[in-house]
């Protein structure tokens, strides 16, 4: 005997199906509202002060202030957070001859945080009565002049143009601060056409040495000087050889750098050195 078949008619499944679509309807409903009550408070905060900026903070700062990295962002007490391009602001900054690296974020407080990294001022240069500073890269800063460089770097004189000059300042940035802090003055020399230069050292010794080769002798200043009689006067020769002239006169001092202490005979005369020199 076949079994017979439990038949269900659409008149009795109609009740049940309403009901499920009321319920998903009702959910639809419900999504629909909360999105768009999402979308419009959004809407509302964008527009409000709340999204407003609150703060600007600066780090790394040092010879700039924070109010000119500040003018120079564009942000203000009433830019939106949210519309801010933290690339573009960097970008602004990065703008600033003292300016070498800079990096802008949110904050989850609401501010914004402009990290920089600034170039060093290593030389100064007198600019009629005034002093301008000389960065790193041998940029020389006209729109910031001083009166007194305060002695944390030496001054340039009498440099006949800005490429001599700007080779010196890198070449000055490739030195030690146990040996770049010690260079009071330097004198551009203009009575031949070789690349030369007169220091004026803190510790009262006058130093000869030529521009192209100055990163590379310079870092011996404190071993040449170490083999001199303290009470000495003269000028010290830094070139191809190296050598100490007294003022008093006389014959001149042979002196080694650090690389020539290992041993390693010169190859030139005195006479060749002064010639050089």
């Known amino acids: 005997?076949?079994?017979?078949?439990?038949?269900?008619?659409?008149?009795?499944?109609?009740?049940?199906?309403?009901?499920?679509?009321?319920?998903?309807?009702?959910?639809?409903?419900?999504?629909?509202?909360?999105?768009?009550?999402?979308?419009?408070?959004?809407?509302?905060?964008?527009?409000?002060?709340?999204?407003?900026?609150?703060?600007?903070?600066?780090?790394?700062?040092?010879?700039?202030?924070?109010?000119?990295?500040?003018?120079?962002?564009?942000i203000t007490g009433t830019s939106n957070l949210w519309g801010i391009?933290?690339?573009?602001?960097?970008?602004?900054?990065?703008?600033?001859?003292?300016?070498?690296?800079?990096?802008?974020?949110?904050?989850?407080?609401?501010?914004?945080?402009?990290?920089?990294?600034?170039?060093?001022?290593?030389?100064?240069?007198?600019?009629?009565?005034?002093f301008a500073p000389i960065l790193e890269d041998g940029t020389i800063l006209g729109d910031a002049l001083v009166e007194n460089p305060g002695g944390d770097a030496p001054i340039f004189y009498g440099f006949p143009d800005n490429k001599h000059l700007t080779k010196l300042a890198k070449e000055l940035n490739s030195l030690p601060a146990s040996v770049s802090n010690l260079i009071s003055e330097i004198h551009w020399m203009d009575e031949d056409e070789r690349d030369r230069v007169r220091l004026y050292m803190s510790d009262g010794y006058t130093v000869i040495a030529s521009v192209r080769q100055f990163s590379e002798k310079m870092p011996s200043y404190p071993s040449i000087v170490s083999q001199l009689d303290p009470d000495a006067e003269g000028v010290i020769h830094v070139g191809v050889g190296t050598y100490f002239e007294s003022y008093a006169g006389g014959d001149k001092e042979q002196l080694e750098t650090e690389e020539e202490q290992g041993n390693i005979p010169s190859e030139e005369s005195p006479q060749e050195r002064e010639e050089e020199g």
């Open 1 to 74: 005997m076949k079994k017979e078949k439990n038949v269900v008619s659409i008149e009795e499944r109609m009740p049940q199906l309403k009901e499920r679509r009321k319920k998903k309807a009702a959910r639809q409903l419900i999504f629909y509202l909360i999105l768009l009550s999402l979308l419009i408070g959004i809407v509302i905060y964008l527009q409000s002060p709340l999204s407003h900026v609150r703060y600007v903070e600066v780090k790394g700062d040092e010879d700039l202030t924070k109010s000119e990295v500040k003018e120079v962002s564009g």
């Open 85 to 130: 391009d933290p690339a573009a602001v960097s970008d602004k900054i990065k703008g600033l001859p003292e300016v070498s690296s800079t990096e802008v974020r949110r904050t989850l407080t609401g501010g914004i945080e402009i990290s920089l990294e600034e170039k060093r001022r290593i030389a100064y240069v007198k600019v009629e009565e005034q």
